[in-house]
C-alpha cells in the first residue's frame, strides 16, 4: 500500500461547528504532516508529528488541534473556525529525516460558511 | 535561512514540444531538493530528488532535473511534453529547523500543454 487516504474529500462547516479530518497511511512512515493549501498557492505547513510525537508546530491558531493516535493515524480537529481557513488541506507522510520526499493524500476540500 | 524561487509563474508550450521549469535556491549548508506535481483537484507527487552523487536526475515519466550548484538551481525538463503533463510543478528544498526539518516549497510554475 503506497497511498495517503483522507476523508472527507469535501468539508463544508459552519463558524460554530466542530468537525475533524482523517489521514491514514500503512506504508510503515513515521513522520505525517498536516499542509493548508490555499488556491494557486504553495502548500503550507502546519504541523509536523515524528514518531507519534508533536515535534513542529508552525504558530496555527488554537482552532485547529492535531492528534496522532497511532504511528497509522493523523487526525485534525477543527473548531471555531473563521471563512479564511477555507483551503484545501494535505496530508503527507515520509520516514523521518531530511531526504525523504513525501507522499502526499489528496486532501480535504473544506469551506467554512 | 533556506529558500526556493520559481522564477516562471507559468509556463505555455506546444505539445511534443521540450520545456524547462526554472528553479533556484539559496543556503548556506548542504541542500536536498525535490519536484513536485500537482495536477488538478489532487494532492502532490514526489516528482524526483536530489540528495546527493550525480548531479542528474531523472523520473519515470520523461522528466530529469539537474542540481547546480554554482548557479544555485536545479531546473526541471523534459524534451517532449504531452497534453496529460498540464499541471502545477513545485519546486522545494528541505531545511533545518527547531525540533527537526521542514520541506519548503516554492510559488508553484503553471505548466500549459497546447494540443
Known amino acids: 500500500d503506497t497511498e495517503v487516504t483522507q476523508t472527507p474529500k469535501h468539508l463544508v462547516m459552519g463558524m460554530t461547528n466542530k468537525k475533524s479530518l482523517k489521514c491514514e497511511q500503512h506504508?510503515?512512515?513515521?513522520?505525517m504532516y498536516w499542509y493548508k493549501q490555499k488556491a494557486k498557492k504553495p502548500p503550507e505547513l502546519m504541523f509536523v508529528y515524528s514518531y507519534e510525537k508533536l515535534s513542529i508546530n508552525e504558530s496555527v491558531p488554537s482552532r485547529f488541534s492535531p492528534e496522532c493516535p497511532n504511528s497509522s493515524l493523523l487526525n485534525l480537529h477543527l473548531h471555531a473556525l473563521q471563512p479564511e481557513d477555507s483551503a484545501l488541506y494535505l496530508c503527507a507522510s515520509s520516514q523521518p529525516g531530511q531526504g525523504y520526499g513525501y507522499t502526499f493524500g489528496s486532501g480535504t476540500r473544506l469551506t467554512v460558511v | 535561512a533556506q529558500s526556493v524561487t520559481q522564477l516562471d509563474s507559468q509556463v505555455p508550450v506546444f505539445e511534443e514540444a521540450p520545456v524547462e521549469l526554472r528553479c533556484n535556491y539559496s543556503s548556506s549548508v548542504s541542500v536536498y531538493l525535490f519536484w513536485y506535481v500537482q495536477y488538478p483537484n489532487q494532492g502532490l507527487q514526489l516528482l524526483l530528488k536530489y540528495l546527493s552523487g550525480s548531479t542528474l536526475v531523472e523520473s519515470i515519466n520523461g522528466f530529469e532535473a539537474e542540481f547546480n550548484k554554482s548557479q544555485t538551481s536545479f531546473h526541471l525538463r523534459k524534451p517532449s511534453v504531452h497534453i496529460s503533463d498540464t499541471a502545477e510543478y513545485f519546486c522545494?528544498?528541505?531545511?533545518?529547523?527547531?525540533?527537526?526539518?521542514?520541506?519548503?516549497f516554492g510559488a508553484g510554475t503553471r505548466l500549459f500543454v497546447k494540443a
Open positions: 506504508m510503515g512512515h513515521r513522520a
Open positions: 522545494a528544498v528541505s531545511t533545518i529547523i527547531v525540533g527537526g526539518f521542514k520541506t519548503i
